[in-house]
């Protein structure tokens, strides 16, 4: 099986940063693409940020400029540098990875989506 385990969210000033971090584990062969979801308290769960094995990345219009997506693939990770940020952006953030193969048993398997356990992120006024 694979597990995504998050790090970094906490506690900001409007204007500060955070860098959250997301590794998966397992015996990965590959993920196609990862990424950063958010939601906040009555809303529903939205796209932050993703980007492919290949390094496309994608933003939500109201992060762009701001929030920067990265990733290692060779340690299965995936970082989210936010920049600037606002109370808006206050939300429970959960990496995605989509597509993953791995090994079990020796035997390669695949995993549609995979989400990790989400990291508070709380941005004071």
């Known amino acids: 099986q694979v597990q995504l385990v998050e790090s970094g969210g906490g506690l900001v000033q409007a204007g500060g940063s955070l860098r959250l971090s997301c590794a998966a584990s397992g015996v990965i062969f590959s993920i196609n693409a990862m990424g950063w979801y958010r939601q906040a308290p009555g809303k529903q769960r939205e796209l932050v940020a993703s980007i492919t094995s290949g390094g496309t990345t994608t933003y939500a219009d109201s992060v762009k400029g701001r929030f920067t997506i990265s990733r290692d693939n060779a340690k299965n990770t995936v970082y989210l540098q936010m920049n600037s940020l606002k109370p808006e952006d206050t939300a429970v953030y959960y990496c995605?990875?989509?597509?993953?193969?791995?090994?079990?048993?020796?035997?390669?398997?695949?995993?549609?989506?995979?989400w990790g356990q989400g990291t508070q992120v709380t941005v004071s006024s």
């Open positions: 995605n990875a989509d597509r993953v193969t791995f090994y079990d048993n020796a035997l390669l398997r695949r995993m549609g989506a995979v």
